[in-house]
């Protein structure tokens, strides 16, 4: 028996919607169709603490554009959540409400252990992870997952503020730029390291995995700038030679050239930076990249 159910993942950086077949005695899913709307809630939670009326305006429009998908695909059940922008914004009952309102579209705002629970969900079904030791990396735009696996079991999960949209913001704020980026990451290890040296002190991790559309970019620029294959995951040093020839790039640069969509083009240095700084502080040589997040795992919690 089969049922047709749609995802909708409430981000920092973008608002992105999964319709997907589920095949209840297998079980397996089949995805129908993929949307994504460039839609920033970060900029203004992360700079004025609230969603502002021109956003609000475009997430009416998206969810309105989804409202319309539910309808054609004839979706049986939605879920939407939202995450760090969202659980930050001082009007996001507001925004619930007026999404529910135009939409019929019920949004649950979910903290960082359950966004690490549902995205952990999503890489089990894809990644054979028994008899390894995982750490699980998702990188956001309001928030970094970093989570540990045993076996396939989650083991712990720590939601950091230091999203890609975050740090452009701090950055912005403090007047720096994007060369500034080395002193963030500096900040953000003082943060990390409790939380993964009681993770890699007696058992070493065995591979990294990541999430999320900037990890995806990342795999990409591993074929397009080093002519690398395969596009499946990314070694430490091949990390390090594409945030060596991203760096020498402008934004503009990276939209021409690489074609990066501009909302991609000014996180994905972040992003790198990100990940780069999370594998050496876990000595993890390998980050396996699934091509699954939070809206896979969303469709699998409704199985």
Same mark, same amino acid.
């Given at each position: 028996?089969?049922?047709?159910?749609?995802?909708?993942?409430?981000?920092?950086?973008?608002?992105?919607?999964?319709v997907?077949?589920?095949?209840?005695t297998?079980?397996?899913?089949?995805?129908?169709?993929?949307?994504?709307? %460039?839609?920033?809630?970060?900029?203004?939670?992360?700079?004025? #603490?609230?969603? =502002? %009326?021109e956003?609000?305006?475009?997430?009416k429009?998206?969810?309105?554009?989804?409202? $319309?998908?539910?309808k054609?695909?004839?979706?049986?059940k939605?879920?939407? *959540?939202a995450?760090?922008?969202?659980? $930050?914004?001082?009007?996001?009952?507001?925004?619930?409400?007026?999404?529910?309102?135009?939409?019929?579209?019920?949004? &649950?705002?979910?903290?960082?252990? $359950?966004?690490?629970?549902?995205?952990?969900?999503?890489?089990? !079904?894809e990644?054979?992870?028994?008899? /390894? /030791?995982?750490?699980?990396?998702?990188?956001? #735009?309001? +928030?970094?997952?970093v989570?540990?696996?045993?076996?396939?079991?989650?083991?712990?999960?720590?939601?950091?503020?230091?999203?890609?949209?975050?740090?452009? &913001?701090?950055?912005? /704020?403090?007047?720096?730029?994007?060369?500034?980026l080395?002193?963030?990451?500096?900040e953000?290890?003082?943060?990390?390291?409790?939380?993964?040296?009681?993770n890699?002190?007696?058992?070493?991790?065995?591979?990294?995995? #990541?999430?999320?559309?900037?990890?995806?970019?990342m795999? &990409?620029?591993?074929?397009?700038?080093? !002519? !690398?294959? %395969?596009?499946?995951?990314?070694?430490?040093? $091949?990390?390090?030679?594409?945030?060596?020839?991203?760096?020498?790039?402008? *934004?503009?640069?990276?939209?021409?050239?690489?074609?990066?969509? %501009?909302?991609?083009?000014d *996180?994905?240095?972040?992003a =790198?930076?990100?990940?780069?700084?999370?594998?050496?502080?876990?000595?993890?040589?390998?980050?396996?990249?699934?091509?699954?997040?939070?809206?896979?795992?969303?469709?699998? +919690?409704?199985?």
């Amino acid at each position: 028996m089969s049922r047709r159910v749609s995802a909708i993942d409430i981000g920092s950086n973008a608002i992105r919607m999964m319709v997907a077949d589920i095949n209840e005695t297998a079980p397996f899913i089949r995805v129908d169709k993929k949307l994504r709307a %460039p839609v920033r809630l970060g900029h203004d939670v992360f700079t004025t #603490g609230t969603i =502002s %009326p021109e956003t609000m305006e475009l997430a009416k429009a998206t969810f309105h554009r989804f409202a $319309e998908t539910n309808k054609k695909f004839q979706v049986q059940k939605c879920r939407a *959540v939202a995450t760090s922008a969202c659980r $930050e914004a001082k009007n996001k009952k507001e925004f619930v409400d007026t999404i529910r309102k135009i939409s019929g579209i019920d949004i &649950e705002i979910i903290d960082g252990n $359950e966004e690490g629970r549902l995205i952990h969900l999503a890489i089990r !079904k894809e990644v054979q992870l028994d008899n /390894k /030791k995982t750490m699980l990396i998702d990188i956001g #735009g309001g +928030s970094v997952e970093v989570t540990f696996s045993k076996g396939g079991k989650l083991q712990a999960t720590k939601s950091f503020p230091m999203g890609t949209v975050r740090v452009l &913001e701090n950055l912005s /704020k403090r007047r720096m730029n994007e060369s500034h980026l080395s002193i963030i990451m500096g900040e953000f290890l003082s943060e990390l390291g409790p939380h993964i040296y009681p993770n890699t002190e007696n058992e070493p991790v065995d591979f990294a995995i #990541g999430t999320g559309g900037n990890l995806e970019c990342m795999a &990409e620029l591993k074929v397009r700038l080093l !002519k !690398k294959t %395969p596009n499946t995951f990314v070694t430490l040093s $091949e990390l390090g030679e594409i945030i060596a020839k991203l760096r020498v790039m402008s *934004v503009k640069d990276r939209i021409d050239k690489l074609e990066l969509r %501009p909302d991609r083009a000014d *996180v994905i240095m972040p992003a =790198s930076m990100l990940v780069e700084t999370i594998m050496r502080q876990a000595e993890v040589e390998k980050i396996v990249i699934p091509a699954v997040g939070l809206r896979d795992g969303l469709i699998w +919690s409704m199985v």
